[in-house]
């Protein structure tokens, strides 16, 4: 069983759906990133949590830390929403653990 | 700024061949990372250097060397690599408080052995 684990591998919506990405990890952590990356490669820094919710414009992550849970929502999603979206906590000594990452597609 | 740069966007070798990676932030970091990712997987980790000095080498063979001469830059070099390492190689940095300081990546380096 991988440390992180994200659900669903796979996601395709229509256009403007609200969308909701699941990550549950086994271990203890510092903090909790999501992460998204476009095809092409560029990986970008969407979250950085230890507690909570925090929102940034359509996007929004939650915490659990008693339950081990995190989700990352997307409100109105948009075709430029596409990407591979990767959560990943922390465990101290600049080290990330990786979960496999959520593939969505937004269609028109 | 808060950018990573990195060159070359696209690496063709041979296995025979010697090239480096080089990745540069302008950010104040003084930690900075190497991963390695193939297609449709996570990155994984395979350096990291914290105020210049290598901390963290995840049992990376030895034809992979890292380097950091300053605070700024960190190359990759390559030397006598396989097929097999193909792959997006991507570099990253962040102020060295842990797993709990955000990651800033580069655009990454397609590299191809052929």
């Known amino acids: 069983k991988n440390e992180v684990e994200q659900s669903p591998q796979n996601l395709t919506a229509q256009e403007g759906e609200f969308i909701t990405i699941n990550c549950s990890y086994s271990v203890g952590i510092s903090a909790l990133h999501w992460l998204q990356q476009h095809p092409g490669g560029g990986i970008v820094s969407l979250f950085m949590?230890?507690?909570g919710k925090k929102k940034h414009g359509r996007l929004i992550a939650t915490i659990n830390i008693q339950e081990k849970h995190s989700s990352l929502h997307i409100t109105a999603s948009h075709p430029r929403d596409s990407a591979v979206y990767i959560c990943?906590?922390?465990?101290?000594?600049?080290?990330?653990?990786f979960g496999q990452g959520t593939r969505l597609t937004i269609n028109p | 700024d808060t950018e990573v740069t990195q060159t070359p966007k696209h690496l063709v070798m041979g296995m025979t061949n010697k090239k480096s990676l080089k990745c540069e932030q302008h950010m104040g970091h003084r930690a900075m990372y190497w991963y390695k990712q193939k297609a449709k997987k996570p990155p994984e980790l395979m350096f990291v250097?914290?105020?210049?000095?290598?901390?963290i080498n995840e049992s990376v063979p030895s034809r992979f060397s890292p380097e950091c001469p300053n605070s700024s830059l960190l190359n990759l070099h390559l030397h006598a690599l396989q097929p097999e390492d193909s792959a997006l190689y991507l570099c990253a940095s962040s102020h060295p408080g842990g797993g709990d300081s955000e990651q800033y990546f580069g655009p990454g380096t397609r590299l191809t052995v052929t």
């Open positions: 250097y914290s105020y210049e000095k290598l901390s």
């Open positions: 949590l230890s507690s």
């Open positions: 990943a906590v922390g465990q101290g000594a600049q080290k990330l653990v």
